[in-house]
């Protein structure tokens, strides 16, 4: 089974703050991504990648950034935290565009 | 653009039929669709490609309609595990990188 592990659950830290949100996945897939879940909102695309060193912004990169400098690790970086970016994030990967994605539990970040 | 999902919200009881439908306003290539359970990750349940074909596995089936645009996925006989938030994602191309997801439709089977 492919397995999707995100550093924590639940984060808490303050406004101004740099935060880092790790994703692992231990399948060897070329495509990782970040999404942002809010209600009635659904799952939107932050930043994803599709190869070592390689990004592409998703619908709503404004305020993130990532890094992936191995192939099972992606992370979704937030340069200045602000209150608005209090949300559940989850990251996801995928063999291909005709493949299952596979997702992580997520982390319920707040920003305080 | 995000495909629009119909209904927002179902509520149904143990052994009713229900109807989720993902519609986009681009040319389709490809639909998915996901189920996630409260404080869960979403599962992934199918994907359809491009043909107008259906699959479908236990109770829980979809078709595809390339003409109209548009996705369904048909719960038959609903159970309460079936309880969630169905997410459709969307791929206009069949080389986007990317899926674009619905908003969600929450289903609640009661006992």
Redesign the interface.
């Known amino acids: 089974d492919v397995k999707?592990t995100q550093s924590s659950r639940y984060l808490v830290k303050r406004t101004g703050e740099k935060v880092f949100l790790e994703c692992v996945q231990d399948m060897d897939h070329e495509?990782m991504?970040w999404?942002r879940q809010d209600p009635?909102?659904?799952?939107?695309?932050i930043y994803?990648s599709?190869d070592v060193k390689m990004k592409?912004k998703?619908?709503i990169p404004e305020g993130y950034s990532v890094s992936r400098e191995k192939k099972e690790r992606f992370s979704l970086i937030l340069e200045s935290a602000s209150t608005n970016q209090t949300s559940m994030y989850?990251c996801a990967s995928r063999l291909d565009?005709?493949?299952?994605?596979?997702?992580?539990?997520?982390t319920r970040l707040s920003i305080l | 653009q995000?495909p629009v999902q119909s209904p927002q919200a179902v509520i149904l009881r143990e052994g009713e039929d229900a109807v989720i439908n993902c519609s986009s306003s681009k040319a389709l290539y490809?639909v998915?669709w996901?189920r996630q359970k409260h404080g869960?990750?979403?599962?992934?349940l199918m994907?359809l490609?491009k043909g107008g074909e259906q699959k479908g596995h236990d109770k829980i089936s979809a078709s595809f309609n390339e003409k109209k645009q548009q996705s369904s996925l048909y719960l038959t006989a609903s159970q309460l595990s079936y309880s969630g938030t169905y997410?459709c994602?969307t791929?206009p191309s069949?080389?986007?990188?990317?899926?674009?997801?619905?908003?969600?439709t929450q289903l609640t089977v009661l006992p």
């Open positions: 999707v495509n991504f999404y009635g909102l659904g799952l939107r695309l994803f599709y592409e998703g619908d989850l565009i005709n493949q299952p994605q596979h997702f992580g539990d997520g | 995000q490809s998915h996901y869960e990750a979403p599962v992934f994907i490609l997410f994602g791929d069949g080389s986007a990188r990317q899926l674009t997801f619905g908003s969600g």
